[in-house]
C-alpha cells in the first residue's frame, strides 16, 4: 500500500532495538526530532514504510540518534539489512477501511528444540489483539513476541482487510478489535493449538477465493459447486461446530463420466487447492501385485500416514487427500472376476474397512474417477464411502467457451491469436466436444499456423515468431481433423442418402415433416425424454434417406446410425453389446438421435423358417422401452422393409408411431425428374408415366442406366445439361430392370 506523503522518502541508518524488551513490541524506533517529522498531525499513531517490504508502527526513544532507526532482529532480516546499513523509510499514512477482517499467523519457536507446549487460540488471540493494536501486519511478515515466558515468532500467512473484493498485493491491514485471528502450526514445531474457535473459517484451503479458469478448469462450475457443498462445506467449519452438529466429513467422492471430460483434472486442481499433505495419486493397476497379500498391504500403506496423524493429533489432523484414477480397475464387483486368486474381491475388501470400517478415520478424503461406474462394487457407493457421486459430462456451448478461451489464453496474450477467431462462434459448432477433445482443436489449428511459418525445402531456415498468426480457418480445419467421440456420425448419414434430398411429392413431404414434429418434441418436451418412430414400407422407397436427413437437419449434438453393415460377421452377444453402446452413449448427450436401419437385417431375419436372433431382439425391445437418464432426451427411428415380420415378433408395437414410407406415383416421379433435369420437357411426362410406383431408389439407378448408356458425350454431358437421355433408350434400361 502506497504511502500518502507530507514528507517524503529518507535514508536512514539502521541499528539495535535500544532496550532488550522492547524486541517484543514490533515498533521501530528514532529519535524525538525524526519522529515529529514523521508524525502526522491530529494523529497518535505513528507509520513508516521500511525497506519497501513492511510498514511498522514508529515510536520516539532518547537512546537513538538523529537519522537512525532501530530495529530488532528479526526486522533486519527481513529488511535483509544490518547494524550500520541504510535502509529507505517512508511516512505511511494508513487509507480509509484498512482494519484486518481476518489474520492467520503460523507459529514457531524463537529457540528451535523448544519442548512440546499447548496454546489455547482464545486466550493467546486475546493478547495478541492487547500488545499488536492498531499495528499495521503485511503478508510474509514476521514478528517476535513473548508469551507464558516462551519466546514465539509468529509469520503473517493471511492479512483480509474488511469488505475488499480482491486482494491487494501485498496484502495489508490494521489489527483492530474485530480482527478474527486464526492460528496455524506445522507438526514439526512442537506446538499443539487448542480451542481454535476464533476463527472465521477453517484454513483446509490455500486460497480464499477459487478462480475455476485460472485453475484451468472450464464449464464445470455447476459441479464444482456440488462437490464443494457435500466434500468441503463442513470441512470449512471448526471442528466444535461440525461436533455440536453430530455429522462426520463427507470420506470419499466419485467423479464419473465420458473420456476427456476433466475428471483428472478436477482431482489434481482439488488436491492442488488444499492446505497440509501433498495428496497421494494412486493409478490403479500400481496398486495390484503378484505377491498374495502384498496388493491388501500397498492398500493399508496408503492410508497409514493418516491413521498416525488422526492417533497423535485428532480433530487438529491435516486432511489427507487419495486419489484413485481408474478406480475401476481395482474396484470391480465382488464375484465378478474369475481369475481365480480373489485379489481383486479383497482389494474392495480393505478398502471398505479403511475408509468407513470399526476404526474408521475422518481426516481423509478419497477422490475415485472412472469412465465405467456401473463396474464398481456397489458396496463402496453407499454413504460414508464414495458418497458424494458427481457426473462430470460434455460441456455445454458456455462451458466449451470457457475451455477454448482457457486452451487460447496465453496465445492471445502474446499476439499470436488472429483477429478474426471467434470462439463464441467455436464453441456452437463443437457439439458434444469433450474438453480433451476442444484441446485437440486448439493443437491441430496451431499445427496449420505453425507449418505455414515452415519451409519445406529447408528446415533449419530460421522462423519469423513475429508473424505466427492462428486464424478462424485454422480452427475451422481443425474441426474437420479431431471428430467428438459422441458427435453426429455425419459420415455414415451422407452415404445414406448418396443422391441428396429432393422433393418427391405431398405424400414423402408429409412424413418428413411429422418426423422433424418428433424431433422438435423431443427437443421441448419435458414429458417426452423417448420418443420412438417407425418408418416402414418397400425396399428402396427411401427410408434410410428420410431418416438420414431428419438427423442431419434436427441439428441434434449426438446422432448415430446402427446398420448391420457395421456388424459384419459379429456374434450374437457381440452384436447386441454394440446396439447397447449406441443407446448408453446417447444418454451421454441431452439430445440424442438413434436410426435403427433395417431393423430385419439386425435381427438375421431369413423368412424360410422364419428365422431371426431372440437375443437382438430382446435387447431392442429392452432398450425401445427404457427411459433415458434425467435431463436427456431420444428420439429412436426405425426402417423396415418386413413390418408384417416386425409385428410377428412384437417389434412394431414398441414404437409410439409409424409411419408408411410409398413408392412413387406418377406426379412424384415427375417431380424428380424435373428436378434432376436429364430428359427434354417432351419426354419427362412419358418418363414419369413409366415410373408409376417404382421405390425413388430404383428411378435414381434406371436414370444412371441410362445415362451411361448414351452415346455421345456420355453421363458427364447429360448432366452438364448439354445433352439429354433419348426416351427409347430409358425405356430400354427400364425393361432391363423391371425384367431383372
Known amino acids: 500500500m502506497a504511502a500518502r506523503s507530507g514528507f517524503g522518502p529518507t535514508t536512514m541508518i539502521v541499528t539495535n532495538t535500544p532496550a532488550k524488551d522492547l524486541a517484543y513490541t514490533n515498533f521501530a524506533y528514532c ?24 510498514v511498522l508502527s514508529l515510536a520516539a526513544h532518547e537512546g537513538i540518534p538523529i537519522g537512525h532507526v532501530g530495529l530488532n532482529a528479526i526486522q533486519r532480516r527481513h529488511a535483509r539489512v544490518s547494524t550500520g546499513d541504510t535502509v529507505s523509510v517512508i511516512r505511511f499514512v494508513p487509507p480509509d477501511d484498512f482494519n484486518l477482517a481476518l489474520l492467520t499467523l503460523e507459529l514457531e519457536f524463537v529457540k528451535k528444540g523448544t519442548k512440546d507446549e499447548q496454546v489455547d487460540a482464545v486466550l493467546l488471540s486475546q493478547q495478541m489483539r492487547k500488545r499488536f493494536m492498531n499495528q499495521v501486519m503485511t503478508s510474509g511478515q514476521r514478528v517476535t513476541f513473548e508469551y507464558h515466558g516462551n519466546g514465539y515468532i509468529f509469520t503473517v500467512n493471511r492479512a483480509a482487510v474488511e469488505g475488499q473484493e480482491e486482494p491487494i498485493s501485498p496484502e495489508r491491514g490494521i489489527i483492530s478489535a474485530d480482527t478474527y485471528v ?117 492398500v493399508r500403506d496408503l492410508f497409514a500416514d493418516a491413521e498416525q496423524d488422526q492417533r497423535t493429533r485428532g480433530d487438529q489432523s491435516d486432511l489427507h487427500v487419495i486419489i484413485f484414477d481408474e478406480i475401476d480397475a481395482i474396484c470391480k464387483s465382488r464375484g465378478s472376476t474369475r481369475d481365480g486368486t480373489g485379489v481383486h474381491d479383497s482389494i474392495v475388501n480393505q478398502l471398505l474397512t479403511k475408509i468407513d470400517g470399526v476404526e474408521s478415520l475422518n481426516n481423509v478424503l478419497l477422490i475415485g474417477m472412472t469412465n465405467r461406474k456401473d463396474l464398481l462394487d456397489e458396496a463402496l457407493l453407499r454413504p460414508g464411502r464414495l458418497e458424494v457421486q458427481v457426473e462430470i459430462s460434455l460441456p455445454d456451448e458456455n462451458g466449451r467457451l470457457q475451455i477454448l478461451e482457457i486452451h487460447t489464453n496465453k496465445m492471445k496474450e502474446n499476439s499470436f491469436l488472429a483477429p478474426d477467431v471467434n470462439l463464441q462462434e467455436l464453441a456452437a459448432r463443437t457439439k458434444n466436444y469433450s474438453g480433451a477433445e476442444l484441446e485437440g482443436v486448439v493443437k491441430s489449428a496451431v499445427s496449420y499456423a505453425l507449418n505455414r511459418q515452415l519451409n519445406m525445402d ?20 481443425a474441426l474437420h481433423e479431431i471428430v467428438p467421440a459422441f458427435g453426429a456420425s455425419t459420415d455414415d448419414l451422407d452415404r445414406c442418402r448418396l443422391n441428396g434430398m429432393v422433393d418427391c411429392g405431398g405424400r414423402h413431404q408429409h412424413i418428413y415433416k411429422r418426423t422433424m414434429l418428433l424431433a422438435e418434441q423431443v427437443r421441448v418436451s419435458k414429458g417426452s425424454p423417448l420418443v420412438t418412430c417407425l418408418l416402414e414400407g418397400p425396399s428402396g422407397s427411401g427410408k434410410s ?45 441431452p439430445l440424442s438421435i438413434i436410426i435403427l436401419d433395417d431393423i430385419e437385417r439386425l435381427l438375421e431375419y431369413v423368412a424360410i423358417g422364419p428365422r431371426f436372433s ?32 416386425l409385428d410377428s415378433v412384437g417389434i412394431s408395437d414398441s414404437f409410439s408411431v409409424t ?82
Open 545 to 589: 434417406a428420410m431418416a438420414a436427413t431428419v438427423g442431419i437437419d434436427s441439428d441434434f449434438p449426438y446422432v448415430k446410425i446402427i446398420s448391420s453393415e457395421s456388424m459384419i460377421g459379429l456374434s450374437e452377444s457381440s452384436k447386441c453389446a454394440q446396439i447397447v453402446k449406441v443407446f448408453e452413449d446417447a444418454y451421454k448427450s
Open 182 to 298: 486464526v492460528f496455524e502450526a506445522s507438526n514439526s514445531s512442537g506446538i499443539k493449538i487448542v480451542n481454535q474457535r476464533e476463527s472465521a473459517s477453517s484454513n483446509i484451503f490455500k486460497h480464499k477465493e477459487f478462480n475455476l479458469q485460472t485453475l484451468g478448469i472450464g464449464g464445470l462450475g455447476a459441479e464444482f459447486a456440488d462437490i464443494f457443498r457435500r466434500a468441503f462445506a463442513s470441512r470449512v467449519f471448526p471442528p466444535h461446530v461440525t461436533n455440536k452438529l453430530g455429522i462426520k466429513h463427507v470420506k470419499g467422492m466419485l467423479l464419473y463420466g465420458p473420456p476427456g471430460t476433466g475428471k483428472t483434472l478436477m482431482a489434481r486442481q482439488i488436491g492442488k487447492m488444499l492446505n497440509g499433505k501433498d495428496p497421494k495419486i494412486v493409478n490403479g493397476p500400481e496398486v495390484l501385485s503378484k505377491f498374495v497379500g502384498e496388493t491388501e498391504k500397498n
Open 458 to 477: 529447408d528446415l533449419t531456415k530460421p522462423v519469423d515468431e513475429e508473424s505466427i498468426r492462428v486464424t478462424m480457418d485454422d480452427f475451422l480445419n
Open 31 to 54: 529519535s524525538p526530532t525524526d519522529f515529529r517529522n514523521f508524525s502526522v498531525a491530529g494523529s497518535k499513531l505513528c507509520f513508516a514504510l521500511v525497506g519497501d517490504t513492511f
Open 614 to 645: 431372440n437375443l437382438i431382439s430382446q435387447t431392442l425391445l429392452v432398450l425401445l422401452k427404457r427411459l433415458p437418464p434425467k435431463g436427456k432426451n431420444v428420439l429412436v427411428i426405425g426402417t423396415t422393409s418386413e413390418v408384417a415380420f
Open 659 to 740: 409411419y408408411h414410407v410409398p413408392t412413387l406415383k406418377t406426379e412424384d416421379a415427375r417431380k424428380v425428374l424435373q428436378q434432376i433435369n436429364v430428359f427434354s420437357d417432351g419426354d419427362t411426362d412419358a418418363a414419369a408415366e413409366a415410373l408409376n410406383d417404382m421405390p425413388i431408389k430404383k428411378l435414381y439407378m434406371v436414370v444412371e442406366m441410362a445415362a451411361q448408356g448414351e452415346e455421345g458425350g456420355g453421363a458427364e454431358a447429360i448432366y452438364s445439361g448439354k445433352e439429354k437421355i433419348k426416351i427409347a433408350h430409358f425405356y430400354d434400361c427400364l425393361q432391363d430392370i423391371v425384367r431383372y
